[in-house]
């Protein structure tokens, strides 16, 4: 917790970050080069902003409350579960405060570390996580998410 | 193996400082912080747990395990082999090496299961029904002849769907076991291979994809239906191989079920879409859940009943996580 306490003074922020791009996307998510979070996301037909995948690019800025989504991959102890691209662009205290809810990718062969990434933001930002996909989600999976925002929204 | 093995053209002294594609170095991280071996789980913990099965349920798990033998030691000096010289990167190369040394790893685990667990009369009867069941020995060769084949991109369809489709006809059984607290550390040590093939089926199948990227559209069409057909083909014979196996204690439906939705994860991770409809994937939640305690549907905010998810449960974390 002591990084997150650190960066609620926004002066403090990490290592002298420039202002990244802004974005009013009601989701906002990082997927790899695998694409398999962005195609899941694709799918979803809803504007959706993509955090760069080189961490020492600018993060996005969040300018209205969003939903995340995010994949674990293969850990064992769920150490780095959380990508440091989320991670840089977590430690943005107005984008945790925008934060209203977590959707993971993942894969139940992952075992006890299945979207753990999910459940570390949501238990650190106090936001339930909404919904578990697997790999890059089957279309009952875009059928659920999809219905699940809107009512969420409402 | 009979013809001769096609090894790189050329090699060249491997540079990790100078990286093509860091998917590369991720799995590379990911697997060496994954490594493991069998003399870690306390197997002989399973003995009296073992004696509480039936002499069929025995049989039964003696052959699973000599059929995943067979298939992890196919893809130890068969397949993730045959993936060398197609490498696009050095990087590639040398993942692959840890793939196909862990793949003996897992092959390995199985014999200390066995050890512990059997004698040595029952071990070698399972290894005879192992080179006698016919579709067990299909599914091998079918693997195999298309390593054997002259396309990259093929090799890598049928190595994807070995790692994340035909090993779970027999990932089934320790992970009903598990469910029933029966043979609990047999598990423990199957979920670690589960583990490592989930690894090696993402980082093939996102090479295959890779390598889709500068094919053709009729290529493209090509290997789409070449994936299926491959698949069907597999399942049909899984199908068969799983009443073999399951008739016995009444489990092959159950076991479908399971093949299901690890052919839809297998597609998914050739970058295609779910084949399978939910109405047919449908598994036991008592073997997701033995497979993922986090696999539970009631702790979605949108799928669950809505009053069983608590926001912000505590969870260990690294403080890592949060601090660069």
């Given amino acids: 917790m002591s990084a997150l306490a650190v960066d609620d003074q926004p002066s403090t922020s990490p290592v002298g970050d420039v202002e990244g791009p802004a974005t009013d996307a009601p989701l906002i998510y990082f997927s ?78 992952f075992g006890e570390t299945y979207c753990l990434a999910a459940d570390i933001i949501a238990a650190k930002c106090h936001v339930p996580v909404l919904y578990r996909f697997e790999v890059m989600g089957t279309s009952e999976d875009v059928d659920r998410v999809t219905k699940g925002l809107e009512e969420f929204w409402i | ?4 093995l096609k090894l790189v053209d050329q090699v060249q002294a491997i540079n990790w400082n100078r990286i093509q594609d860091d998917k590369d170095v991720d799995v590379w991280n990911r697997l060496v912080n994954n490594f493991w071996l069998p003399e870690k789980v306390p197997l002989s913990n399973d003995v009296q747990s073992w004696a509480t099965l039936t002499p069929d349920e025995q049989q039964l ?141 993402y980082y093939i199948g996102y090479k295959f994809q890779r390598g889709l990227e500068s094919a053709t559209p009729e290529r493209r069409q090509e290997l789409k239906d070449y994936t299926f057909e491959l698949l069907f083909e597999l399942y049909e014979n899984e199908v068969q191989y799983t009443h073999d196996l399951y008739d016995s204690v009444g489990l092959a439906e159950d076991v479908k079920k399971f093949l299901h939705y690890n052919a839809n994860k297998a597609l998914m991770n050739l970058g295609y879409e779910a084949m399978f409809p939910s109405s047919v994937t449908d598994v036991n939640p008592a073997i997701l859940s033995a497979l993922s305690p986090n696999a539970d549907e009631n702790h979605d905010f949108f799928s669950g009943s809505g009053s069983s998810y608590v926001i912000g449960k505590a969870v260990n974390t690294e403080d890592e996580d949060w601090d660069f």
Wanted: charged share 20%.
């Fill in chain 1, 32 to 109: 790899s080069v695998s694409d398999n979070t962005h195609r899941f996301v694709m799918k979803l037909g809803v504007p959706a902003a993509r955090m760069p995948l080189l961490t020492k690019e600018p993060t996005l800025q969040a300018t209205r409350p969003y939903v995340l989504v995010l994949p674990t991959y293969g850990g064992i102890t769920g150490k780095g579960a959380v990508p440091r691209q989320v991670v840089k662009f977590l430690n943005n205290e107005r984008n945790r405060t925008l934060l209203k809810g977590v959707i993971g990718a993942g894969n139940t062969n």
């Fill in chain 2, 1 to 4: 193996m009979s013809e001769k």
């Fill in chain 2, 61 to 201: 798990t003696m052959r699973v395990f000599t059929g995943l033998t067979l298939l992890d030691t196919v893809q130890a000096t068969v397949g993730a082999v045959s993936l060398i010289p197609d490498a696009v990167t050095p990087h590639e190369e040398a993942v692959l090496t840890n793939i196909a040394f862990m793949e003996s790893v897992h092959a390995k685990s199985y014999s200390s299961i066995f050890s512990t667990l059997a004698s040595t009369k029952e071990i070698d009867e399972a290894f005879r029904w192992s080179t006698e069941n016919v579709n067990l020995q299909k599914k091998a060769n079918i693997v195999t002849d298309y390593y054997r084949g002259d396309d990259p991109l093929k090799r890598k369809v049928a190595s994807t769907l070995l790692e994340s489709f035909l090993f779970y006809s027999g990932f089934y059984l320790p992970m009903y076991w598990s469910s029933r607290a029966k043979l609990t550390n047999t598990a423990d040590l199957v979920r670690l291979i589960i583990r490592d093939e989930a690894v090696h089926g």
